[in-house]
């Protein structure tokens, strides 16, 4: 079978990167392989016995852990799907990792060691998760809380983490590269969120918070399980560490990433903090 008539396999189909993958992987006339518990073939994390099976006859995949890298047992599953993927005849990985997270840098290598053609995304902050994820809530209620102080993060938008992944795993050019993406620039959270009042036209303030403080009120509204996973997270990355710009939009697209205040009034244009 001609590669380009071999399914690529997504996993976290449905998250805000893979439904992106999926969809330029389609446009582009690949056969995709959607990798979710309710798929067709379904694959869960949480269930290896699902795992040969949705790798099965694929030539490439979209590696997206859920719910992160950073969590403990990572780096033990990723293994565990290399060797899968190895043994059933995949050609080629692609792994979004997280920037700054020591877990994630251990993934990493076994993607590099794993003898796989192999593409690394290392991917800053995500612009969405100020429309699709948990900081929606407080753009709606008006005041969001981070633990972030004045700490600078260089936003990405998913749309561009996509088109690289997208030709990570379609094009040639991209064995063995390492793509750090961000956004262009590096903006602090309270810059982050006046972007989106200006877009939005809402009442809109930024409140640092402790860690302690974030955790509870994310554990009332997402359960102890998400709070303590992304408390944990902002503990690990919101120190300084990524207040720098990486290339990997532009090495792997020859073009700059969007920028968050543009990202900003294309979210605001679909109405989605106009909900309340």
């Known amino acids: 079978m001609n590669q380009q008539d071999s399914p690529v396999l997504v996993l976290g189909a449905t998250g805000k990167t893979g439904r992106r993958v999926v969809d330029r992987l389609r446009a582009r006339g690949r056969p995709v392989r959607a990798g ?4 067709t073939t379904p694959f869960d994390w949480q269930a290896p016995a699902t795992w040969a099976p949705a790798l099965a006859g694929a030539d490439a995949v979209y590696v997206s852990f859920f719910p992160d890298l950073a969590v403990p047992e990572a780096p033990t599953a990723i293994e565990e799907l290399v060797a899968i993927a190895r043994g059933v005849g995949v050609r080629r990985l692609v792994l979004l990792s997280g920037r700054g997270e020591a877990n994630a840098r251990r993934c990493e290598a076994i993607v590099g060691s794993s ?4 593409t690394i995304v290392r991917a800053s902050w995500f612009d969405q998760n100020f429309d699709e994820g948990h900081l929606l809530g407080g753009v709606l209620d008006g005041i969001v809380a981070m633990p972030a102080d004045r700490v600078r993060e260089p936003f990405v938008d998913c749309d561009d983490i996509a088109d690289v992944a997208v030709a990570a795993l379609c094009d040639d050019g991209h064995d063995g590269e390492l ?3 961000t956004g262009p620039r590096l903006l602090t959270f309270a810059d982050a969120v006046a972007a989106i009042a200006r877009a939005s036209g809402r009442e809109l303030d930024y409140l640092p918070i402790s860690l302690d403080d974030f955790r509870t009120a ?3 509204d997402a359960g102890p399980a998400l ?3 992304l408390t ?3 503990r690990e990355v919101l120190d300084g560490r990524n207040e720098s710009l990486g290339d990997g939009v532009e090495r792997a697209l020859g073009r700059a990433p969007r920028d968050f205040a ?3 009034r294309g979210a605001a244009a679909t109405g989605v903090w106009a909900q309340r």
Do not use: P, Q
């Open 262 to 264: 543009d990202w900003a």
């Open 218 to 220: 994310l554990a009332a």
């Open 115 to 118: 003898g796989l053609s192999h």
């Open 227 to 229: 709070a303590n996973l």
């Open 232 to 234: 944990e997270l902002c």
């Open 36 to 39: 979710s518990r309710r798929s």
């Open 179 to 181: 793509y750090e993406v």
